[in-house]
């Protein structure tokens, strides 16, 4: 007798056992509904079937090891969950794999969510070295350490990426003098460089129902995705084909609206850039959306150059790219 088709099946009745979870194994049947291309697109999937190369080690350039310390990582009915430090990740396994291809090839645009629930305090300290990293070194100010470093901390657990550059590790050069928009940071995936852009859609936390709206989230959108085809074009001491933007969002609602307005940017404004949408709930969630600045934490923040003056140390880095005679 066959199994049932399934899950939730009552298996008692059957001849065979039901099938156990397997721990991270990937597989390739993907159907997304929000897949852009930018002509001329080929959707090369080679090696599509090489799983990731686990390596013990913290440098940048190594493998992330996963299921590493107290995570528990299960693929299981074609989803894939990640359970550690009171917090718990839930991803579609195809939506996973195309995640992780799509920031390695140059001509794909998708929005893909993701869902986070987080039942703890977020304990920086728990992290991973790089999301540590990220939260500890110097940025460009505002409120958004926690929510960079969590990002961080979320794509290494889903797809195994590295932190390359923090934000103010990236340099930027637009040739006529003005400032360029900037990324948050880069993270290198199986050799790939890929920018990461990090934002929150909401207006205020607790969420006020109905408060944010597809104008707005159209907005957002528009505002992020024109800072990152700037940054791309500007960065300087790196170099990337493709950016990711990781969208956090606090309820289902406000993902409808993100998700309606993204059908409504233009191609030429999504171009080739990933749009993340990470669905944080639970009762300490508030943490990721709340825009305070004096969280604890050895946090450390850096003047940065106002707009179109240049630094003592950029002025010293020309000085000496300048042809000698």
Known sequence: QSLPSTPGSDYSRCSRPPPTPRIWRRTLAMSPASIRTSPPASFGVENTEKGMRPAVGEEANDEFQFGSGDEVRVDAYGSLLVARNGYSIHMNLDSTVLFSLALRHRDLALVLDMTVDVGLPLDVNRFGADAQRIYTAD???????LSEAFSMELLQRTIGARL????????YFTGDGTASKITDYS???EGVVVGVSVTRACRGFPVIPEAFTVEEAVRLLTKKLKGVQE??????NTSWEKQLLHVFVPDSHVLARVRDAYDLIANSLT???IVLLSLCSGKQAGPIFKRDSTATGP???RQRTCLGMKSEEHLQNLA??????
């Open 271 to 273: 171009e080739n850039t």
């Open 187 to 189: 993270i290198s995936l």
């Open 139 to 145: 940025n460009a100010g505002g409120s958004s350490d």
């Open 231 to 236: 940054s791309t074009r500007s960065v300087s």
């Open 320 to 325: 000496k790219s300048v042809p000698r005679a």
């Open 164 to 171: 390359q550059k923090t934000e103010m590790e990236l340099e």
């Open 299 to 301: 946090v450390k923040k």
